[in-house]
């Protein structure tokens, strides 16, 4: 039995994971699939839910957004492209900057 897919998950934690071993397994066969930017931009989603914790509804509802844009290989570029994971960042450290937190995000 397989997983579901990330964008089908409710839980962010588990969304960000799942969506980040299915960009792994994608590179497997897929060299333009930039995994090092893949994993930075998990890690500071990361960091962003748990420091969301501590802010208001609209905040948690932006990393939410952010998480759930990175869930999803079609986006405005798929992830699966050359440079396909810029704008998952873009909308990452759009959103850490937004929450006074430009330590969270992520170098592209």
């Given at each position: 039995m397989?997983?579901?897919?990330?964008?089908?998950?409710?839980?962010?934690?588990?969304?960000?994971?799942?969506?980040?071993?299915?960009?792994?397994?994608?590179?497997?066969?897929?060299?333009?699939?930039?995994?090092?930017?893949?994993?930075?931009?998990?890690?500071?989603?990361?960091?962003?839910?748990?420091?969301?914790?501590?802010?208001?509804?609209?905040?948690?509802?932006?990393v939410r957004g952010a998480v759930d844009y990175f869930a999803l290989n079609r986006d405005a570029t798929s992830d699966l492209d050359p440079m396909g994971l810029r704008d998952d960042a873009a909308v990452v450290n759009q959103v850490a900057l937004e929450l006074g937190l430009p330590s969270l995000a992520v170098r592209v």
């Open positions: 397989s997983e579901p897919p990330a964008h089908a998950l409710r839980d962010p934690r588990q969304k960000v994971a799942a969506h980040l071993r299915e960009l792994a397994y994608e590179a497997l066969d897929n060299t333009a699939v930039d995994l090092g930017l893949a994993a930075r931009i998990a890690d500071s989603l990361l960091s962003l839910i748990e420091a969301a914790e501590d802010l208001d509804d609209s905040a948690r509802e932006s």
